[in-house]
């Protein structure tokens, strides 16, 4: 079942946007829960004890919309603007919806946004109680440290519990996807600046050695790489 939270400080927009969501619910027949705020507060309260929401919808607090991005805490994010705004680069994935709204339009990006939350280029995880939804471009390796995970996106560090072995398994593989130089090693080729026989070096400067056992691996995923 989704997970909906729809957030406006504007009260008289309130009623409106619950109209065109049940309009949206009963047209789609979608089954999902659908929580209404005022508070930013509240929502990220709601979060830390029950997860992440599938879609959260805002309406014009841009300030609302980076905290719940920045911080991972949307699976896909729906801003209503009344007009461009130069913070719209800041917040981005997102899907932008511009004022007047209707239940048209209000379909219409909900329809991408339910669609992008089920998007496999991202990583969900569990991380001190919250539940987090990392865009997978963004990742740029995971490192194994006894039962715990480091995860290391190009904005921050995470860390849950899991084995590599785990997430290898849920990660992309094959043309494109990620690659185990080492056995505490899952690393994003696409955040490889630079690759020798003995060590990958990565675009924030970090080296990760290439295991022997490793090595025919590398060479072999590179060569698929070529021909995808």
């Known amino acids: ?7 406006s400080e504007e009260k008289v927009m309130s009623p409106l946007l619950q109209e065109y969501m049940g309009i ?32 959260v919808v805002v309406y014009r607090s ?22 461009i705004n130069r913070r719209l ?17 209000f379909k219409k990006v909900m329809a991408m946004a339910v669609e992008g939350s089920r998007d496999e280029r991202r990583f969900t995880f569990v991380s001190g109680r919250v539940r987090y939804s990392v865009d997978t471009r963004s990742i740029m390796y995971f490192e194994s440290e006894l039962r715990r995970i480091n ?14 072995g785990e997430v290898e398994k849920r990660m992309k593989v094959g043309c494109g996807g990620f690659i185990r ?8 080729p ?5 690759c020798t026989a003995h060590e990958m070096i990565l675009t924030n400067g970090k080296s990760i050695h290439i295991s022997a056992t490793r090595r025919a691996d590398v060479k072999r995923y590179y060569s698929e790489l070529i021909n995808c």
């Open 89 to 105: 680069y800041d917040i981005q994935p997102c899907y932008i919806l511009y004022e007047p709204v209707n239940a048209a339009n």
């Open 181 to 188: 130089p080492h056995e505490s090693y899952l690393v994003n």
């Open 190 to 194: 696409d955040h490889v600046s630079r």
């Open 62 to 83: 841009w300030d609302v919309a980076d905290v719940l991005k920045n911080d991972h805490r949307a699976g896909s994010l729906v801003m209503i603007a009344a007009g």
């Open 24 to 55: 949206w619910q009963r047209d789609t027949g979608c089954v999902c829960t659908v929580r209404y705020y005022d508070n930013v507060h509240a929502i990220m309260v709601d979060m830390d004890l029950e997860g992440i929401y599938d879609v």
């Open 151 to 164: 995860l290391v996106t190009t904005e921050q560090k995470y860390v849950f519990y899991g084995s590599i």
């Open 1 to 7: 079942m989704l997970k909906i939270a729809v957030y």
